[in-house]
């Protein structure tokens, strides 16, 4: 039976013709098959909080075909946004968009297959597999905080992180074979961490430095490590830094021992005057591997690759101008 809630949250305090402080806390646990909720929070002020469980509070309860959509939008200075997403079992997705003005936070954190009992074995079992879960993450502020968490436990689940702000983080990790991982960070101060634990997964990460000179030094960061006994993984790092402040790309691609098959690409492009440091391993019994660098660098940028194989076959590819 699917049951359909949707908890809305719009209301503007008025006084004195000016608007007051607004705070919106939504709690909902929903325990059975193939449910659906919809959150949709805008506060005026101080902060807007989401906790929504499917298959409640993680006790191993069925909630599989379930799906959640949360929409929160904070236009007070310095508000904060939060939302809280927990699923368990198969075949469930959930979808947050955030918005927030000048000064704000936003804070998203999805876990999805999360049964009772939860080890290495849950990826094997396949509990929790064929989840989907999608960030986006928007401000057109200059000092804005934006964090995205998401853990997947089971197989062929995706994730879509799209965040745009001058400090985004993102951290994903997934347990289960033939996942796929695509993380979008514009604006500045980009950093993105991906683990995957299992074979046959994909990971594109996708960031861009484009704030002008005087905000601070802008980064781009990421880390994708796709562990031990993987096979058949792909992992696309693009990197860009522009401007005339000093701006530096950073990526580190691990993939680790006994792996096969597997692609590393990292494309870095950077301005002013930063630098672009890659690093690619293979690492040991690793075989028929590929690994691919382009660094490209405005007259005073450093470029610096290393990229570490060991094992046959493997081939590797540098290109630095």
Excluded: C, R
Aim: aromatic share 4%; hydrophobic share 30%; glycine share 12%.
């Amino acid at each position: 039976m699917k049951k359909v809630l949707l908890i809305s949250v719009s209301a503007l305090a008025l006084s004195a013709g000016a608007a007051l402080a607004q705070t919106n806390t939504s709690t909902l646990s929903q325990s059975g098959l193939s449910n659906a909720a919809t959150i949709e929070q805008k506060s005026v002020g101080t902060s807007n909080t989401s906790t929504v469980y499917q298959g409640v509070n993680g006790n191993g309860d069925l909630a599989s075909g379930s799906g959640v959509n949360v929409t929160q939008i904070g236009n007070g200075v310095a508000s904060v946004t939060s939302s809280y997403i927990q699923q368990n079992d198969t075949g469930n997705y959930a979808t947050v968009g955030q918005t927030a003005s000048a000064g704000g936070t936003q804070i998203s954190q999805i876990t999805q297959g999360a049964a009772k009992g939860v080890d290495s074995g849950l990826a094997q079992s396949g509990v929790g597999s064929n989840n989907y879960a999608s960030v986006t993450q928007t401000t057109g502020g200059t000092s804005d905080n934006q964090q995205s968490y998401i853990t997947q436990n089971g197989q062929a689940s995706s994730v879509v992180i799209a965040q745009t702000g001058p400090a985004d983080y993102s951290s994903v990790t997934q347990a289960g074979a033939s996942s796929w991982v695509n993380v979008s960070q514009d604006k500045a101060n980009n950093t993105s961490t991906v683990i995957q634990n299992a074979d046959s997964s994909g990971v594109s990460v996708t960031q861009t430095s484009t704030e002008a000179a005087g905000t601070g030094q802008n980064a781009n960061w990421s880390q994708v490590t796709q562990n031990a006994g993987g096979s058949g993984n792909s992992v696309v790092v693009s990197q860009t830094a522009n401007g005339t402040a000093a701006y530096s790309n950073t990526s580190h691609v691990l993939q680790d021992a006994g792996s096969t098959g597997n692609y590393a690409g990292i494309a870095q492009t950077a301005g002013g005057t930063g630098t672009n440091w890659s690093s690619i391993t293979q690492d040991i019994g690793a075989s028929t591997n590929y690994a691919n660098v382009i660094q490209t660098a405005a007259t005073g940028v450093t470029n610096s690759s290393t990229v570490f194989q060991i094992g046959t076959s493997n081939y590797a590819s540098v290109t630095q101008h």
